[in-house]
């Protein structure tokens, strides 16, 4: 079924529709550190570390890593001289770590190949490592005023709602991508852009819109059909598949044995607790094979959770203590463990840390252990 509001609408109606949400956007924009204040002229570098950050990620979350990214490397030759794993460090706990190594890259690439100079082009943006097709429509209009298309989930939303659109958006792209630059101010692409995303954020709300507040109310075609939320159409959702794995936190004396994971692969580039590989059923018992040497391994209570992207994984978290010296382990260095809380480890190797009592002030888990052998 194809909503009467599919229909196209004349030029003059669309020019309409965007001088309204202008309108709008000049009285509520949202006062975010990354948006350069009204009339000046944004900024390039700093529109692209805030984009490349929000993928995936709410703004809330991003503003203080923003923040400190923007302090310690102020320029896009800053960050490209920086080491890699000084960018992983500071981006850990942001999640989705290719992220980080692919903005790295991107750094070192308009470093070098453009001469620390962004492209204003669209398709010349899309060649930088890690830079999409919304990434690179939203830089291209926000930074340099270019007439493209920048869909994030808001503007999916909105868009979605407007036309009463009756297929999920991963299945509309076309069609969402065609409204927008039907909508699309020639004067304003980036201020539109914005607008539109700020619209989703703060009022056409993926649950109860504010359509009340809304400046295309009466255009908007779920609007009419009395059922805004029924749109974006959601997809038949399948079930998140389940993995299973150990960690190992391995003691002696004060310091506390960290490996680096490959920079290819789940939390590639990042320190970590050695660990086994993932499976469907990794019992504590087998897992021992994959240690990274012998030792009074014993298992703590319990297992903790973790949901990624694409995946829900359940850690069993294995310690052990040494007595010094400390070893030397293949890929592996020892770190003092009163030093952990700064080496920005991932999200998940934090709650390994605090569930085996390394980190200080942290919910910790502790629990009963079980004595483990390799019978």
Same mark, same amino acid.
């Given at each position: ?9 004349? %030029?003059q ?5 965007a001088?309204?949400?202008l309108?709008w956007?000049?009285?509520?924009r949202?006062?975010l ?10 900024d390039?570098?700093r529109?692209?570390? /805030?984009?490349i950050m929000?993928?995936q990620t709410?703004?809330?979350a ?5 923040a ?5 490397w102020? /320029? ?5 001289a ?6 992983l460090?500071a ?8 992220r980080?190594?692919?903005l ?5 690439a @308009?470093?070098?190949?453009?001469g620390g ?9 899309r ?6 097709a ?15 298309a ?7 939303r909105v868009? /979605?709602?407007?036309?009463?659109? %009756?297929v999920p958006?991963r ?21 539109f ?11 056409? @709300? ?20 009395g059922?805004p939320?029924?749109?974006p159409v ?7 598949p389940?993995?299973r794995?150990?960690v190992?936190?391995l ?9 680096r994971r490959p920079l290819?692969?789940?939390?590639g ?6 660990a086994?590989?993932? /499976?469907r ?11 990274p040497?012998?030792?009074?391994w ?7 959770a973790?949901?990624?992207t ?5 850690l ?21 463990a009163?030093k ?5 480890l991932p ?13 200080a002030?942290?919910e910790?888990?502790h ?9």
């Amino acid at each position: 079924m194809v909503a009467p509001s599919a229909r196209p609408r004349k %030029p003059q109606a669309r020019e309409a529709l965007a001088r309204k949400l202008l309108a709008w956007y000049d009285e509520n924009r949202r006062d975010l550190p990354w948006r350069a204040a009204p009339g000046a002229r944004p900024d390039p570098y700093r529109v692209w570390l /805030s984009e490349i950050m929000l993928q995936q990620t709410t703004a809330a979350a991003v503003k203080g890593y923003y923040a400190r990214f923007l302090a310690r490397w102020p /320029s896009v030759e800053a960050l490209a001289a920086a080491p890699l794993d000084d960018v992983l460090a500071a981006w850990a706990g942001l999640g989705y770590y290719a992220r980080a190594r692919n903005l790295h890259a991107c750094a070192r690439a @308009v470093v070098a190949d453009h001469g620390g100079r962004f492209p204003q082009d669209e398709a010349a943006l899309r060649g930088l490592p890690g830079v999409g097709a919304y990434t690179a429509g939203a830089i291209a209009a926000i930074a340099f005023g270019r007439p493209c298309a920048a869909i994030d989930g808001n503007v999916e939303r909105v868009i /979605s709602r407007l036309y009463a659109i %009756p297929v999920p958006p991963r299945a509309a792209k076309r069609e969402i991508r065609e409204r927008v630059l039907a909508l699309l101010p020639p004067a304003r692409p980036g201020d539109f852009a914005q607008a539109t995303m700020d619209l989703g954020a703060a009022v056409c @709300v993926p649950r109860a819109p504010d359509c009340g507040r809304c400046p295309l109310e009466a255009a908007c075609a779920a609007r009419r059909l009395g059922a805004p939320d029924a749109f974006p159409v959601r997809p038949v959702k399948a079930q998140r598949p389940r993995r299973r794995g150990a960690v190992f936190v391995l003691r002696c004396g004060e310091r506390v044995l960290l490996t680096r994971r490959p920079l290819r692969g789940l939390l590639g580039g990042m320190a970590a607790f050695p660990a086994t590989p993932l /499976s469907r059923d990794t019992p504590p018992r087998e897992a021992l094979a994959h240690a990274p040497l012998d030792a009074d391994w014993r298992a703590l209570d319990g297992t903790l959770a973790h949901i990624f992207t694409h995946f829900a994984l359940e850690l069993t978290v294995l310690t052990a203590r040494l007595d010094p010296p400390a070893p030397c382990v293949e890929n592996c260095c020892w770190l003092l463990a009163a030093k952990l809380d700064m080496e920005g480890l991932p999200t998940v190797m934090r709650k390994a840390a605090a569930q085996a009592g390394l980190l200080a002030g942290k919910e910790r888990a502790h629990g009963a252990t079980q004595t483990l052998d390799r019978g």
